[in-house]
């Protein structure tokens, strides 16, 4: 079965501070990943996915950054945190192939980031 | 672009209670809408999707018909638990993406249901 792992799950970062989460999925070849951002109060905004290695697309411009440098792993990252850079940092996965109607997207559980 | 409209939260319900959960979408074509939950401390899980009109969608006691009329897809369930206290998302996957899906959410909408 298939399974998505994220680390860490908190983390507290001054500002100016560097940034990478790491999320891992196993039990699937060449999904498709993404990074959500959810800040306090809002709802999920899609940040960076990808559909193969080294591919990454960008949805909003921000801080942050994305790479992929193997098929099942999915990096963000930062050179310089921000306050407004605080939220909960989920990761998903989906199947590449197949009707997009059916592709479910399966999300880790999450890593909380509060930049002080 | 394509959006969703949920309804704002909290909602308070007392255990046994029936619940309406609204969301509205805007997209063009024949998108997929999809129910998603998210418990205290935990990532999104899936609840339900429909995936064409009058389709609809169930699990766990939950149900959502996809209603192109009105473009609805509002959340109902007839007796709630206080374990069903969580955080709902309605989203969509528009029509035409092929390999890559991009899921449009909206704010979400907390629930917390009392003894």
């Known amino acids: 079965s298939q399974t998505i792992h994220q680390w860490p799950a908190t983390l507290v970062q001054p500002v100016g501070s560097p940034l990478s989460l790491e999320c891992t999925v196993e039990?699937?070849?060449?999904?498709?990943l993404y990074w959500y951002r959810q800040a306090a109060g809002r709802g999920l905004q899609l940040l960076f996915y990808s559909v193969g290695i080294g591919q990454i697309s960008s949805e909003v411009p921000q801080n942050l950054s994305a790479s992929r440098p193997q098929d099942r792993q999915f990096i963000l990252s930062s050179k310089k945190l921000l306050l407004s850079d605080s939220g909960f940092y989920l990761c998903a996965w989906s199947e590449l192939a197949g009707d997009p109607g059916y592709n479910e997207q399966f999300f880790g559980p999450g890593t909380r980031l509060t930049v002080l | 672009g394509d959006s969703v409209t949920q309804m704002e939260g909290p909602v308070t319900l007392s255990e046994e209670a029936f619940l309406t959960i609204n969301c509205t979408y805007t997209?063009?074509?024949?998108?997929?809408l999809f129910w998603y939950v998210q418990y205290p401390g935990e990532g999104l899980q899936l609840l339900l999707k429909?995936?064409?009109?009058?389709d609809k969608g169930s699990n766990k006691g939950f149900e959502a018909t996809y209603r192109k009329e009105t473009t609805s897809f509002h959340l109902e369930k007839g007796s709630v638990q206080v374990s069903d206290s969580a955080v709902y998302f309605c989203?969509?996957?528009?029509?035409?993406?092929?390999?890559?899906?991009?899921?449009?959410f909206g704010t979400g909408t907390r629930l917390l249901v009392s003894p």
């Open positions: 989203a969509l996957t528009p029509t035409l993406n092929t390999g890559f899906q991009k899921l449009v």
């Open positions: 997209a063009t074509g024949y998108p997929s």
């Open positions: 039990g699937t070849s060449n999904p498709n």
């Open positions: 429909a995936t064409k009109a009058d």
